[in-house]
Structures are given as C-alpha cells and as structure tokens.
C-alpha cells in the first residue's frame, strides 16, 4: 500500500482547511459587491414586479445592490445563456419558470442549457393557480359545458396558450386527457392577445393567471368559471376549482418562478441566499403583492424544490411525448 511522506500529508491537511476555511469565509462576507438577477421576462410583468420588490428587500438586508436585469425574447434562452456564463459565487443569479426548468428538455432536441448540469436551484419565489377564463357573453357556465361541447363536437372547441408547452399548454392538455375530450389548441404570440381573443370569443376558453388576465376580468370582458387549484381560494371564495365546476376530480395544477444559481455555487452561500430569500417573501410589502396578483408564497426547502423538478420533469416529459411534438 502506497503511503504519504508525513511532510507531505501534512501538506494536504493544511490545504484542505485551508480550503474549508476559504468557503465558510466566503459564505460568512456575501455578497462582497452588487448582486445581479437576470430575468427573462419583461419590465412591468407579474414575475418581473415580484423580483423588483424582492431586490429592495435584498440590497437592504445585504447592503449592497441588487441590479434587476431583463433579457426577455426567445423562449428565456438570451438570459439563461448570458446567467450560465457566470461565475458560481452568489453574485449572478437567474430567475427561470416552470417551462425553463422542467418542460423544455422533452421539447427541444438542441436546448442551448441543461438545467440540471449549468444551474443550482436555490429557492422558488411564488406559484400561481389559473383560472379558466371564457368571454362574458360565453354560454359556458362551467367547466363540466366546456367537456360536455367539446365530446359534442370533436376538435370544434378552442382553448389558448401563448406557445407550445407552456404552463396554461401543458394543463389545458391535462384537462382534455382526463376527461377524454378532443380540443383544437390555438397558441398565440402574446398574452395580452390571447385573453382579447377570448374576451372576444375567437377563442372559447383558456387559462389564465390574475396577473395575466386579470384587468379583462375586472373589467367585465372575461369571465371566470374556476380555478385549478385544489380548493378555492381565499380571495375567490365563490369561484369553485375545476373539479367542482364539473371537471376532473382532484385536478390540481400550479406554476412558479425560481432563483437559481450557475452550477458550483458553494452550499453555505446557497442556504444564505435561500435563507435571506425567504424571509424577504414573508414581509408585508411582499404579502400584498402576491395577494393582487393571486399568487403564494412558495419558499420550499432546497430538498423539496428538488423534489419538486424531479416530479414535474417527469409528469411534463410525458405530456410533451404524448402531445409528439418537438420545437427544433
């Protein structure tokens, strides 16, 4: 067996405490100058806004700036590329969605990102239900008259996205799959079309989040008819989920926005990050943000949210394998 000279074992030890000492020192002085978050969505979103409010509460608690960068366009692929360039140390971080994180490896042969190899997931920030929305004059009163027409007329009912395998894409598909219906999906270019031509009635529902849809509901050109959250919520009591409006039984379907990091950021940062994170989402300011935009708080363990990709990975994979549809 072949032995270390103790001068050089010796050697070793230092060095590797050394090491050890070099990370906890790390961890103990970030951010040791401003902090950046990319985002890939655009100024005056709903994700965009909660990430501006999260960075005042940041650069106060940190006390160095926290610089909000948009990079919107090409599916969240120009701020991915620039976020995973950047050196692992807590100082570049990335905001990315459900789709980002665990849809797009099943639609894309050449994704320019692997998002388990190039980034470290940190911590969600919030989830939001959908509502399924329909024109006010629509004669759908529920979600059981939009099955009932769509097994009437086979491929005649239209539902929207705004592109293929989004959140609102990949649960509108779940809806028709679980209650054996043929729908024709109509995507869009933009959100802000999508809910006109439902409110329109070029389309004859879709799904979509207060933040997104919310301004042609107040304004009476929308109508919703449920929610596909697992119980109603607080701030629609009267609104009922989709099973109870006729719908499958037990749906439940929800997206998020997350921080995530360049792969290799040091553990202790990462827990100092989701930490501070965390308790940056739980001030008041934050609360009534989330409660106008009907989003919740999502502050997973860094153990869960793993989890949590795990999961959906795999339930959105299949989706888009049975869907057989490929982006590239």
Not at 16 to 23: E, K, P, Q, W
Not at 49 to 62: A, D, N, P, Q, Y
Not at 249 to 263: E, I, M, N, Q, R
């Amino acid at each position: 067996m072949f032995c270390y000279p103790r001068a050089t074992l010796a050697s070793l030890c230092v060095a590797i405490s050394l090491t050890s000492f070099s990370v906890s020192v790390n961890a103990q002085e970030f951010p040791s100058k401003p902090v950046r978050i990319t985002t890939p969505f655009p100024v005056g979103s709903g994700p965009e806004g909660v990430l501006r409010l999260l960075s005042e509460s940041l650069s106060k608690m940190w006390g160095k700036p926290v610089i909000i960068e948009n990079k919107p366009g090409a599916n969240g692929f120009i701020a991915i590329d620039q976020a995973k360039r950047q050196a692992p140390d807590g100082h570049e971080l990335l905001q990315m969605d459900t789709s980002q994180l665990t849809t797009y490896q099943a639609l894309f042969k050449k994704l320019p990102y692997d998002p388990v190899k190039d980034f470290e997931p940190i911590i969600p920030l919030f989830r939001n239900y959908f509502m399924v929305a329909v024109g006010k004059d629509s004669p759908y009163k529920t979600v059981r008259d939009i099955v009932a027409d769509a097994k009437a007329r086979e491929g005649k009912v239209t539902y929207g996205s705004w592109s293929i395998g989004n959140p609102v894409h990949i649960a509108s598909e779940m809806i028709e799959a679980a209650t054996g219906t043929k729908m024709t999906h109509v995507p869009y270019k933009e959100t802000s079309q999508l809910y006109i031509g439902v409110a329109n009635r070029e389309l004859d529902w879709a799904l979509g989040s207060v933040a997104t849809s919310g301004s042609l509901e107040r304004a009476g050109k929308l109508r919703y008819i449920a929610v596909t959250a697992p119980k109603r919520l607080p701030d629609y009591p009267n609104l009922p989920t989709v099973a109870e409006s006729g719908g499958p039984a037990d749906f439940d379907y929800s997206a998020w926005t997350a921080l995530v990091a360049p792969k290799g950021l040091p553990t202790n940062v990462a827990e100092k990050i989701h930490r501070d994170v965390a308790a940056a989402l739980a001030e008041p300011g934050m609360r009534a943000k989330f409660a106008a935009l009907a989003y919740e708080s999502y502050p997973l363990s860094r153990s869960a949210f793993n989890e949590l990709l795990n999961k959906e990975r795999d339930r959105n994979g299949a989706i888009v394998r049975r869907l057989n549809v490929q982006l590239d």
